[in-house]
C-alpha cells in the first residue's frame, strides 16, 4: 500500500550526538517536506525537496541538514545534537504542485538529553 | 509575506451544538486552502480543500475572499469530531503549506 514512513518513531539520545530521521515514501511523490511540530502543536517548515538533488530551508532556522539521492528517501540529519532540538518532525510528500494536499507520516518524536 | 491566523486554540462544544472553526489568511495571489487534522496518537491527515467544494465527515469549508477566512462548519458535533484542527495555505510558487496554529475541538458529551 502507498504510504510514507518515518523511523525510529520515538527516539532519546544524549546531547551531542549526531542522528538521522528517516523518511521514505511509496507514494510516487516528486515533493517532500520535513516539518517541525512544537510542544504547542504549531508546524513550522524547517525544509523541503522538489526532486532528486534539489533541497531547500524553509520558514523556519534549524540546524538540521537533508538529502535527496533517491525521490523516495528524504532523510533529515543533525550533526550534533542539542536540548533544543528536542520536538516532533514530520516528513510529508505531495505531487507537484501540493494543489491535492501533503501526505503525512507518523512522526518521530525526538528528546535530547 | 503569507500568514494563517486560528485565533481560538480551544473550541469546546456539547455533542450535537453546531461547530465552527475560525480560520483568516493572508496572501496576495490567488489562494488554496485546506483543512488537515490530527486525532489523539493519529498521523496528521487532510480533511478537505477549498478547491474541491467537498463535505468530509459533515465538515465544509467556504472560502470567503472579501473577509479572507476559510472557516470550518459543521452542523451537529460527534464526540469523534475531537482532534485538533490546523488550516494551512498553499504557496503555490513553491508548493509549500503554511499552517495556522492550530484549534484543539473538544467535543462533550
Known amino acids: 500500500e502507498a504510504d510514507i514512513y518515518q523511523t525510529p518513531r520515538y527516539l532519546v539520545i544524549g546531547t551531542g550526538k549526531k542522528i538521522t530521521l528517516e523518511c521514505s515514501q511509496t507514494m510516487g511523490h516528486d515533493k517532500m517536506y520535513w516539518y517541525q511540530q512544537d510542544p504547542g502543536m504549531e508546524l513550522h517548515l524547517i525544509h523541503y525537496?522538489?526532486?532528486?538533488?534539489?533541497?531547500e530551508k524553509g520558514d523556519l532556522s534549524s540546524e538540521s541538514t537533508v538529502s535527496r539521492i533517491r525521490t523516495e528517501h528524504f532523510p533529515l540529519t543533525l550533526e550534533s545534537a542539542r536540548p533544543s532540538h528536542t520536538s516532533q518532525y514530520l516528513c510529508a510528500s505531495s505531487v507537484v504542485g501540493g494543489r491535492s494536499g501533503y501526505t503525512f507520516g507518523s512522526g518521530t518524536r525526538l528528546t535530547v538529553v | 509575506a503569507q500568514r494563517v491566523t486560528q485565533p481560538e486554540k480551544l473550541l469546546s462544544v456539547f455533542k450535537g451544538a453546531p461547530v465552527e472553526l475560525k480560520c483568516n489568511y493572508s496572501y496576495s495571489g490567488s489562494p488554496e486552502l485546506f483543512w488537515y487534522v490530527q486525532y489523539s496518537r493519529q498521523r496528521l491527515q487532510l480533511l478537505l480543500r477549498?478547491?474541491s467544494r467537498e463535505s468530509i465527515k459533515g465538515f465544509t469549508a467556504d472560502l470567503n475572499k472579501g473577509e479572507t477566512s476559510f472557516h470550518l462548519k459543521k452542523p451537529f458535533a460527534q464526540e469523534e469530531d475531537s482532534a485538533m484542527y490546523y488550516c494551512?495555505?498553499?504557496?503555490?510558487?513553491?508548493?509549500?503549506?503554511?499552517f495556522g496554529k492550530g484549534t484543539m475541538l473538544l467535543v462533550s458529551p
Open positions: 477549498h478547491i
Open positions: 494551512a495555505l498553499l504557496n503555490s510558487g513553491y508548493s509549500t503549506l503554511t
Open positions: 525537496s522538489y526532486g532528486v538533488n534539489s533541497t
